[in-house]
């Protein structure tokens, strides 16, 4: 069972957490786009991406799962010290973190930065023409297609079109 550490320090278990969050969602009719837990300052905070496949996901909807999640993770006394919940959308700019999140995106523009260079670069801006066994392939300009291993990708996002 994958538990956080944050600056060694031992927190809730990711486990936990989704085992309160999954059911809520579910019955909204929304998924979990991502979950970070970390110490910010002096405090710690457990922000939660939600998100909806048709239609978006609503203020209201954002209030909803805080208020089921904070009442849950209170009643299984998960998380042994106190911590700010936030609850968003990915928004339109939304991170790109899982293998799902490519494929579900595939067609879309995007901005890749890299860890290593690839061709003397390391970041990448261009239409996203999928994944497969790790690797995304980008068009960055009309037949040109960079190859990019997941694990080389240090952050990834989807660009806003107008």
Known sequence: MPTLFIWGLMSASTEDIRRNLDPILASMGLTLWDLEFHKQGSKWLLRVFIDREEGGVTL????????????????????????????????LDRALTKPEHYVRFTGSLVKVKTFQPINGEKVFKGKLLGSK??????????????????????????????
């Open 60 to 91: 209201t909807d954002c209030e909803t799962v805080s208020r089921d999640l904070s009442a849950a993770l209170d009643v299984e006394d998960s998380i042994p010290h106190a911590y700010t919940l936030e609850v968003s959308s990915p928004g």
């Open 133 to 162: 066994e790790g690797v995304i392939s980008i068009e960055t300009v009309p037949g040109t297609v960079i190859e990019i291993a997941e694990t080389n990708i240090t952050k990834a996002t989807l660009e806003v079109e107008f």
